[in-house]
Each structure stands twice: as structure tokens, then as C-alpha cells.
């Protein structure tokens, strides 16, 4: 009886030496049977390598950090051990999927910012590219409500991304990038507040890459509400819909790393390193209902207040 793949999951910069992430993105990814171990994000090198021979894959997760150099490691590490038939997926989710695409272009200033994206959900507008991408493959089969309607076409139809970015890839900068473009297909585009457009979801060409300038996992897992009023603290859809494709995605993913035969090399450091020997904080609610940190203790520092974005 197997267990479920092990997903190293890059964190976001706290302060000088600390990392922090939202549990809903642990959340996300055990749903689907995986385990999860933190990736700091001033990780340096060779606690990179350690962390790819040690894991079946990696999330990165959202936030406002810049690209950090576990990042990059991990991208470069992936992409030549495939081209030996070594399977390494990676998914980025925002900030993530910023990072992605910074390192595959090979320029930071790829780039826009000033988008009007902030707290919203959207329906995908897919590229004719969408209906032969390996991500989507099984959405037009499978349904995501009593209705029939299919995974696939929910998400054309119905706001169910939330996005949270102020930057962001325009299509116009993504094909005038010919390492970007070589490396990734687009999937999805939107069109923020104010109409200015976005890359929304890309797939890579030949590697197992993906990544989204939404975010799946608030789908589920992210309900904190403004106190005392118990309004929604963010416009994220909770329907049967909206949880079914949140429940794709994480699925399609941590299948995509069960592929992958990287292994610790014991089951009591894959046990220590995991986020189930760690505890959750509820310092930055409602922004994030539950937070993880890693060296440091949450609970010495001072509550931040909640922000959008990430």
C-alpha cells in the first residue's frame, strides 16, 4: 500500500530569516493525498538540492516575495532531470506563477504591474490551446454540479478564480518573450476592473510546469470573515462549483507528482520534516484563517494586519 507523494511547498518571506504560508495551501494539497514539507524561502542551495531529492514536486505559493533562489533551483534542477526521464512537476499559484514566469523568460521585467485585480473572481476566457493541454484533459468529462455541467465549462462561466495581484504577465509581453514563449503555453486569459489583460493559467511545453495567477486553494479552504460584522473578508466563491474545480486542480497536480520516485531516506525525517509535526497560527486572520511559520514563533511576534495580495 503506497503513500500518497511528498510536495515541498515554498514559502514567503517573514522578516530578515523567517518564512511564513497560508494552511490552505497544505490543505490543498493533502486533499488530494499528498504530504506536505515546508521549502523556506531563504533557503539556500544545498537545502534546495536536499529538498528536490527528497520530494516528489513542489507548490509555490502566493505573497508579495521576490523570486527567491530555492525558487530558481528547483526550476533549473526539474527541467534538466526531466530531459533524463526524471519527473519533477512544479505548480505555481500568484506570486508563484510571477516567479515562473520571471524565470523562464529570463527577465524580471516580464512583468506589468498596476493591474486592477485585487479581491475579485472571474470566469477563465480558455485559449484555443485549453482544449488539447494535458491540465485539462478530463474537465470537459468530469462534472462540477448536479446540473452536468462540466468542470470545464463551469470555469468558462462562472467566477470562480480569485485573483489577487497588482502585477502580472500581459499577453502581449508573454509572446514578445521568445524563452517564455518556448516554454510555456497559454491556457486562460482575463481582463482585471479596469480591462487591462492578463495571463490567467499556462502550461509548459514539454516540462511539468503549470502555474496560476489565481488561486485554487481559496476555493476551500480560505472562509475568514471581518470581525464583529461576519462578513466575507475576501470575494471567493464557495459553491459546489467553485469547490469542485478548486478539488480538480489539486487533484490533476498531485497526480502529476505521484510520477515522481524521488524518496527520503527514511520515513522518520520524511515524518519530521512534514507539516504535520508543525502548528498553525491564526495571527494573520482574517487574511489568512491559518498560517504556518518556520524558524521563528509566531506567537512572539506582533499580529500584521491583514493584506490583500497574496
Known amino acids: 500500500m503506497a503513500l500518497g507523494p511528498i510536495i515541498a511547498l515554498v514559502m514567503q518571506p517573514y522578516g530578515r530569516n523567517s518564512s511564513y504560508v497560508p494552511a490552505s495551501y497544505v490543505k490543498w494539497l493533502e486533499m488530494a493525498g499528498a ?7 531563504h533557503a539556500t542551495d544545498a537545502e534546495a538540492d536536499a529538498i528536490f531529492e527528497n520530494t516528489n514536486g513542489a507548490l509555490w505559493s502566493g505573497g508579495e516575495g521576490k523570486v527567491p533562489p530555492v525558487a530558481r533551483r528547483l526550476y533549473s534542477r526539474a527541467a534538466k532531470a526531466f ?3 526524471d519527473v519533477y512537476p512544479i505548480w505555481g499559484t500568484c506570486d508563484g506563477f510571477e516567479w515562473m514566469m520571471q524565470i523562464a523568460a529570463e527577465d524580471t521585467g516580464v512583468l506589468t504591474g498596476g493591474f486592477a485585480s485585487e479581491n475579485i473572481s472571474l470566469p477563465l476566457e480558455f485559449s484555443d490551446a485549453a482544449s488539447s493541454s494535458a491540465l485539462l484533459a478530463e474537465a470537459r468529462s468530469m462534472r462540477a454540479g448536479a446540473d452536468g455541467q462540466s468542470i470545464y465549462d463551469a470555469l468558462a462561466s462562472l467566477p470562480l478564480t480569485l485573483n489577487n495581484h497588482v502585477q502580472g504577465v500581459t499577453p502581449e509581453r508573454f509572446a514578445a518573450s521568445a524563452p517564455l514563449a518556448r516554454a510555456f503555453t497559454v491556457l486562460a486569459e482575463n481582463d482585471d476592473l479596469k480591462g487591462a489583460r492578463f495571463v490567467s493559467l499556462v502550461e509548459g511545453k514539454g516540462l511539468p510546469f503549470w502555474a496560476s495567477q489565481f488561486h485554487p486553494e481559496k476555493n476551500i479552504f480560505e472562509q475568514g ?3 464583529p460584522s461576519g462578513v466575507a473578508y475576501e470575494a471567493i466563491q464557495h459553491t459546489r462549483q467553485a469547490v469542485a474545480v478548486s478539488q480538480y486542480f489539486a487533484n490533476f497536480f498531485v497526480d502529476q507528482c505521484r510520477a515522481s ?3 527520503y531516506s527514511s520515513a ?9 509535526t508543525r ?3 491564526t495571527i494573520m486572520n482574517p487574511g489568512f484563517v491559518q498560517v504556518y511559520f518556520e524558524h521563528q514563533h509566531a506567537k512572539e511576534r506582533s499580529p500584521q494586519p491583514a493584506v490583500r495580495g497574496q
Do not use: I, K
Request: aromatic residues 14%; without cysteine.
Open 225 to 227: 470573515v471581518a470581525l
Open 35 to 41: 504530504r506536505v514539507v515546508p521549502a523556506p524561502y
Open 83 to 85: 530531459a533524463s526521464g
Open 279 to 281: 502548528t498553525t497560527s
Open 261 to 263: 520516485r524521488h524518496t
Open 268 to 276: 522518520e525525517e520524511a515524518w519530521r520534516d512534514s507539516f504535520y
